[in-house]
T-cell receptor, first 112, second 115 residues
Framework: GQQVMQIPQYQHVQEGEDFTTYCNSSTTLSNIQWYKQRPGGHPVFLIQLVKSGEVKKQKRLTFQFGEAKKNSSLHITATQTTDVGTYFCAGASGGGADGLTFGKGTHLIIQP | NAGVTQTPKFQVLKTGQSMTLQCAQDMNHNSMYWYRQDPGMGLRLIYYSASEGTTDKGEVPNGYNVSRLNKREFSLRLESAAPSQTSVYFC??????????????FGPGTRLTVT
């Protein structure tokens, strides 16, 4: 079945440093989504990418979808303490009603 | 709109006990999902329901059953709880279109401990 790998598992940064998490799928995706989960909370949708090579920005967050639609990245510029949490990518192959396959997430820990 | 609601928020069970986790959504979504989240394992799909009246197994269905009671409600039952089922359980809902996955809306979760 489809597998979605996400690295790194943990990332420690100083406040103000940049952060990037990477996502790779074993199969071509129809679309990819990114979610954020704050400590003790539930996953919250951030964005969806659909087109090959697509780049979207949300303030300090930049999301990219690879040309082959098998990989994606999330980059945060100048991290702030409010960015703490776990970031998940979730890929859809477009075939089934089971929706998304989630990566295991990247835990972002920020040291002030 | 309340979005996706789950009850209970916390539960402690003894091995062998049974319980049902409740989930309801008020967004008129067709699809609903149950996930479990364990440290280092991400979100794993237990069961899903593409529409009212249908349910299907996900990645880790053993030890669980589900019921799609109506379009709004999707419950998860543990018939005989085991310590390996200690986890955080999330319900989610989304729209469904053939060939396209829409964003999923998650409930606040149920933190279950089986002793």
């Amino acid at each position: 079945g489809q597998q979605v790998m996400q690295i790194p598992q943990y990332q420690h940064v100083q406040e103000g440093e940049d952060f990037t998490t990477y996502c790779n799928s074993s199969t071509t995706l129809s679309n990819i989504q990114w979610y954020k989960q704050r400590p003790g909370g539930h996953p919250v949708f951030l964005i969806q990418l659909v087109k090959s090579g697509e780049v979207k920005k949300q303030k300090r967050l930049t999301f990219q979808f690879g040309e082959a639609k098998k990989n994606s990245s999330l980059h945060i510029t100048a991290t702030q303490t409010t960015d703490v949490g776990t970031y998940f990518c979730a890929g859809a192959s477009g075939g089934g009603a089971d929706g998304l396959t989630f990566g295991k997430g990247t835990h972002l820990i920020i040291q002030p | 709109n309340a979005g996706v609601t789950q009850t209970p928020k916390f539960q402690v069970l003894k091995t062998g006990q049974s319980m049902t986790l409740q989930c309801a959504q008020d967004m008129n979504h067709n699809s609903m999902y149950w996930y479990r989240q364990d440290p280092g394992m991400g979100l794993r799909l237990i069961y899903y329901s593409a529409s009212e009246g249908t349910t299907d197994k996900g990645e880790v269905p053993n030890g669980y059953n589900v019921s799609r009671l109506n379009k709004r409600e999707f419950s998860l039952r543990l018939e005989s709880a085991a310590p390996s089922q200690t986890s955080v359980y999330f319900c989610a809902s989304s729209e469904l279109e053939t060939g396209f996955a829409y964003e999923q809306y998650f409930g606040p979760g149920t933190r279950l401990t089986v002793t």
